[in-house]
């Protein structure tokens, strides 16, 4: 598996914005399959965007038009820059690498069209958006 370390997290008010980093500990060709997860207090794991093997990208409906997903592959740093933040995206967010077929009970989303999980992950970094 790949290790891969956060940062970017922490406090803002509505409106605002944030970068996360997550930096991935080695190169594998599965390892262009990159995905941010999010998961607030007492609630399951969200998936929020990812980018396959084939550089598409897939967000979910609430954060479109306000976060953007990026990769830059020589550096092995995976990015979402988040804008307009709203109290709702509180949580505790994640990344992931090296999709696959999901397992018994991990966490999934689906990705262009396909239902994927992740092999690889992140310790998360808390975001906190207040009113």
């Known amino acids: 598996r790949v290790h891969l370390v956060e940062s970017g997290g922490g406090s803002v008010q509505a409106g605002g914005s944030l970068t996360l980093s997550c930096a991935a500990s080695?190169?594998?060709?599965?390892?262009?399959?990159w995905g941010w997860f999010r998961q607030a207090p007492g609630k399951r794991y969200e998936g929020v965007a990812a980018?396959?093997?084939?550089?598409?990208?897939t967000y979910i409906d609430s954060v479109k038009g306000r976060f953007t997903i990026s990769v830059d592959s020589a550096k092995k740093i995976l990015y979402l820059q988040m804008n307009n933040l709203k109290p709702e995206d509180t949580a505790t967010y994640y990344c992931a690498a090296e999709c696959g077929i999901p397992g018994a009970g991990q966490p999934s989303m689906v990705v262009s069209g396909v239902e994927v999980g992740f092999e690889s992950w992140g310790q998360g970094t808390l975001v906190t958006v207040s009113s």
């Open positions: 080695r190169n594998t060709a599965s390892q262009y399959c």
């Open positions: 980018i396959d093997p084939d550089s598409k990208i």
